[in-house]
Each structure stands twice: as structure tokens, then as C-alpha cells.
């Protein structure tokens, strides 16, 4: 995808800024549907039982309608206070209930997919998450949306995060913060060594009361280098004694021998009776589990001589299975009237979009239509990013949702130029002083 560095853009208004807390199960969120309650999978696997009890909850418990996010988690939509407990407690019996009340992260590690089951996996990433998690709940003051990175494989890059862990060699990982926009390089370990190396990064970092590590001054960056160098490393153990970290390099099993079904839920949303088909799909295939995505959706992974391509065509009715499928390359949050902050119908909108945006999406290129300027959807840059506010969006090409945008147009005046964009490229088609007429682009008199 090529998309450009996002600018030095406008600072959000306070209001405007926060996008309240990080949703539990005990801790809802109110939105403009009722109750968000979100569901964290531990290390973004859900047994296909516990997917049935998901969709079983949304439709008791909530409206039905689920959202998937860019973290691998699930969101239970339209939740009331009246049904808040009793979702909790139907979930936490299933294992999926919130594992901290500190306002800590209920999840703190972010893993591929394909994590232990992938052949060019250098390190085993599964157990190193387990270790991570353990050590992330003895860790008081941890800021709610921190976020740790475990990638296994040497040449893979790593999504934005607090603290990545990626695979520098059979055994050894490189262990990096967030530094602005950039990262810095802490050191490289043994794998072994790795959880004890993060506990020790972590907790130095909850003491500076920062939310964020991209947000950390030099001097606060500082502390967390000398934290390593101090040698005051927790041990990181099970809760109940016991090591919980083998610390063995080993090859994942069976990467090689599986195929792999790839699905995505459109803009993110699906329903409880989708979730339940995906469930019994996963039957046909022989799969035990759904792995969610940071695409927000899921992973199937079935023996290489099972059929799929029924199973692929049955769930194209609720999910987006062609790899080149436009819809893929466009984000969309829920916005109005599901979203109390969202001015327009973003994903109404966002569907209109996919059909005109398709030239650029065959071309690598990435849009993101957010009800307002938090952009919970996609706070990162795209190519194309609308914001609604009053009715109409703004647009701000190759930027964030906080960017300043040039222009704000209503949805039938993005679609108008996004027909030249294709000729003309996405800059010159959104020029400010450029209208269009049937005979082409012209410029507006001074």
C-alpha cells in the first residue's frame, strides 16, 4: 500500500481527542446503540465453541451485530445496562471474560494469525505472548491501550506498537519502542530472555504515566534504557509457580501442510448469525478455531485436501473472501446512528465508495471513512480519508482523520471525483481551487 508520512496535522479539539475508555465486558462503553462490550480472545483464538457463545451472547445479551477490530478483538454492540452483567458472566464462563479491573490492558499482545502454525516462524510466538500476558498483569499502572508486537518472522514488518518484538534470528529476537513516528532500537536477546526484557520496559514505562510510548520526551525514553541496564529484570512466572516461558526456538508445526482461508468482515461488522456460520464453515474444513485478524477478520486453516471453494462461495454472503475484493482497502467506523459522535452514515457511504474506489484499490491504494475526526477505525494515515462532520466529509489526502482537511464535499461530490482520480490522481482531483465541468477539470475564476 503505498501511503504517504502523515504530516504535522491540526490538534484535536479536547472533546474531540478522547475516545473514552477501552471497553471490557465489566466496563462497557456507551455509544449511539446502547452498550460496547469488548470481547479480548487471548492471543486472538477463539475455540469454535467459544465463537458460538459469542454469537449467542450478542443476540441475548446485545443487537446482534459484532464488530471486529485492528487489534484481533470483538465488540458486542447495543449491550444495555439491564444485560450488561449477564453477558459478562455468560462469557467469562467460556473463558473469555476480562482477566484485570486495574483499567490495565485486558490484552496486551498483538500476534500474526498464522502465529505457531507458520514454517518461517524464527521464534515461538505463541509461548512468548503467554509469557508476555502473564507478565503485563503483575504490572501495576500499565496505561489500558498498550500494545506489544511479537512477530516470528525475520523479514516481517511490525504494525504500530508500543514495544515490538520481532524475530531477528532462530532464537533471538529485537526488542524496539515507539519514538514519535519512529522507533528506536532497545537491544536484541534470546528469546528467553525476551519476556523478562519487555517486564522490564513496561514497568518503567507505566511509571512515567504516559498513555503512550510514541508520546515518551528523551529524558522518559531514557529511563526505560536504563531500566535494562540496571539488571532489575522481574522474573516472569505462572500464576500458581511454575515457569511459564520454555524459552526453546522451534519450528512451527505444520505451516506448510495447511490452507489457509483468508476472510475479512465487511468494514469490520458482522452479525451474531454470520459469526455461527463461520462456526459451522469451520466444521466442514475440519478447523478447531477461528484466529481473528488485525484486518478485522479471520483466518481458517484447514487440511491441504479439503474442498473450500464451496465453503469460500457459502461465505461470501457475509464476508469478504476475494483477495481483490475493493472492499478490503477501505476502512469504515460505525458512524451515525450507531456512533453518538458520528455526523454521517459512514458505512452506507463507505459501500458506495468501494465500487468507485476500485481503480486505486488494484493499485495498492487505501481509503478510510470515519464518522469524525478520532478516526477509530483507522487512526493511522490512507491514501483517501474522509471525515464527516455536519453532514458532509472532509477530505485529506494521504493524512490521518485529525489532518487538516482541504475541502469538505458531501458523499456525491467525493464519488464525482474520485471518477477523474483515476486519471488524474487522487491530489489533483481533490485540489481545493479545482471544480469540474462534462468537458473536464477547469479552474475556479479568482
Known amino acids: 500500500m503505498s501511503v504517504a508520512p502523515r504530516p504535522h496535522g491540526r490538534t484535536l479539539p479536547e472533546a474531540a481527542s478522547r475516545r473514552g475508555w477501552c471497553p471490557g465486558l465489566t466496563r462497557p462503553m456507551p455509544t449511539g446503540d446502547g452498550l460496547l462490550a469488548r470481547v479480548h480472545p487471548p492471543l486472538g483464538v477463539l475455540t469454535l465453541g467459544q465463537a458460538r457463545a459469542v454469537a449467542e451472547g450478542a443476540r441475548h445479551f446485545g443487537n446482534g451485530h459484532l464488530d471486529l477490530t485492528a487489534r484481533a478483538n470483538l465488540q458486542i454492540r447495543g449491550v ?13 464462563a467460556q473463558g473469555l471474560g476480562d482477566v484485570r479491573a486495574d483499567g490495565g490492558p485486558q490484552r496486551l499482545t498483538l500476534t500474526s494469525p498464522l502465529a505457531g502454525r507458520d514454517p518461517e516462524e524464527a521464534i515461538d510466538v505463541p509461548g512468548l505472548a503467554r509469557a508476555v500476558e502473564a507478565a503485563g498483569l503483575t504490572i501495576p499502572g500499565l496505561p489500558a491501550k498498550t500494545l506489544v508486537v511479537i512477530e516470528g518472522r525475520v523479514d516481517r514488518a511490525t ?3 508500543d514495544c515490538a518484538v520481532i ?16 522507533r528506536q532500537d532497545l537491544l536484541t536477546c534470546g528469546e528467553r530472555e525476551a519476556p523478562d526484557v519487555v517486564a522490564a520496559v513496561l514497568t518503567a514505562f507505566a511509571r512515567t504515566g504516559r498513555r503512550r510510548m510514541r508520546d515518551l520526551s528523551e529524558d522518559e525514553r531514557a529511563t526505560l534504557t536504563e531500566a535494562l541496564r540496571s539488571g532489575k529484570r522481574p522474573h516472569v512466572a505462572a500464576r500458581g509457580g511454575g515457569s511459564v516461558w520454555p524459552g526453546q526456538a ?51 486453516l484447514a487440511a491441504p485436501d479439503v474442498p473450500a471453494a464451496a465453503v469460500r462461495e457459502a461465505l461470501s454472503v457475509d464476508f469478504i473472501v476475494a483477495a481483490d475484493d475493493p472492499w478490503r482497502a477501505i476502512d469504515a467506523c460505525t458512524g451515525a446512528p450507531g456512533c453518538a459522535s458520528g455526523s454521517t452514515r459512514t458505512l452506507t457511504d463507505a459501500a458506495r465508495l468501494a465500487a468507485a474506489f ?45 489532518d487538516e482537511p482541504a475541502m469538505h464535499l458531501p458523499i456525491e461530490a467525493v464519488l464525482e471525483r474520485l471518477g477523474r482520480a483515476k486519471i488524474v490522481g ?6 481545493p481551487e479545482t471544480t469540474w465541468t462534462d468537458s473536464g477539470r477547469t479552474r475556479r475564476p479568482a
Open 426 to 431: 487522487l491530489s489533483a482531483a481533490f485540489a
Open 167 to 182: 524475530a531477528d534470528a532462530p532464537g533471538r529476537v529485537a526488542i524496539t519502542i515507539a519514538c514519535g513516528e519512529g
Open 80 to 92: 444495555t445496562e439491564a444485560t450488561q452483567a449477564s453477558l459478562a458472566a455468560w462469557l467469562s
Open 250 to 300: 522451534r519450528q512451527p508445526r505444520g505451516g506448510q501442510d495447511l490452507q489457509i482461508l483468508a476472510i475479512d468482515a465487511p468494514f469490520g461488522r458482522c452479525t451474531a448469525d454470520a459469526l455461527d456460520r463461520l462456526a459451522d464453515a469451520a466444521v466442514t474444513l475440519g478447523a478447531d478455531e477461528l484466529r481473528l485478524s488485525p484486518t478485522r477478520g479471520f483466518m481458517l
Open 358 to 402: 476500485a481503480p486505486l484499490a488494484a493499485s495498492g491504494r487505501a481509503a478510510h471513512v470515519s464518522g469524525c475526526a478520532k478516526g477509530c477505525a483507522r487512526p493511522g494515515p490512507a491514501d483517501l480519508t474522509l471525515v464527516g462532520r455536519d453532514g458532509l466529509y472532509g477530505v485529506v489526502i494521504g493524512g490521518a482523520p485529525a
Open 159 to 161: 504494525a504500530e506498537a
